[in-house]
């Protein structure tokens, strides 16, 4: 899923007006206007940051707490990369910058490569104020992007912040990972809800995810999807659940190999359930990294069709109200007491499922 298509085709003019020669000063306000006030589809958030609303029209590509402070709270922050010497940063689903901006803003020596598809949501990034003097540097990769001064792959070394490394790849982000030849410490996985976009939550792109990240390394989602959590754990993952952010539910912090004194704090022992006994907990699949999301939908309901068959006929079949309430037999909830990580918990009811 994309920003909205009206927004889209507006920026698209101007794209071409900017590749004629003309400055970004002169029609930057023209722009910003006409999104606001003509279509209505970029909208100001509570701190004064603005976000464009997608191709659905009840989804946002922020909450209204704010696009920045969502990128600074949700992003930023839980990643830790503040205390990291130089963290390389795959930021995915890169919009406007702010993720990249923020995790900038934190830490000056941040090497960051960011993803996204859409040209059009990236050049409106060069007509916003964001109000963190990094936002320069983003745009100077993304003026170099639309000049095409410097190749797409190609290192930018800036000269105002030391050691700083800025890529920018654009196209599909499951194409792009890949063919990355880098280990990162930190993922910002910044996709559309899986709800409505399912493409970047499967097994599959997880798994390329995985390969491409250091044995330390953090992925960082604002979703709390249960069939997400429940790909990366299939993954390898270790799962744990940051501090809501302008929703009821806790971000998720997933791990590849974390270290002991990272601060592993689990799910909800409900999320577990469903995760590990209910057919709620089938995951996204996409194996060749090419289906649409109606696809993947699709095929996930067939899959939770097929596994309610097979457990019914060991007579192992839970209803979701059922895994929600608690009514399991004892052995699982007994699992859930042991002194283990929300993916070693999920992995052993599941193995208990079939025993
Ligand atoms: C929730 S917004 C991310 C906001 C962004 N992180 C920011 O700071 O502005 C989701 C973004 O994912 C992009 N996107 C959607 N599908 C994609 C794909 N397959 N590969 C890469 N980017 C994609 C959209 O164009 C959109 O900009």
Redesign the pocket.
Known sequence: ???NKTALDLIKKYIDIFKEGNNIDEFKKELINNLLNSSGVLVKTDDGTY?LV?EDEDEL??SRIG?LTE?VEKFAIPSNLKNMGNPKIL??????????IAALHFNKNCEIDM????EE?LFLSLCLDIPYKEHELIKEVIKDYFLNKRSNNKKIENKDIKNNKINLYV????K?VKKLDKKYNIV?H???SPQR?A??YTVDFLKEIYKKMDDDAVLISYSSSIPFRSALVEVGFILSEGAPVGRKRGITIAYKNPSSDRDLKRISEVDERLIALSTVGVPYRDSNLDLDHDTIIMNREVEREKLKEELSKIDRYYSTKKVKLGKIDEKFLNIQKLNLNSSEIIMRMKEELRN
């Open positions: 899923m994309l920003p976000t997608s590509m922020h696009a990128s930021d995915l689903c890169s919009g406007m910058g702010y993720n990249a993803v996204e598809y859409s949501t196209g599909d982000a499951r792009i910002f910044d996709a559309f976009d493409v970047l």
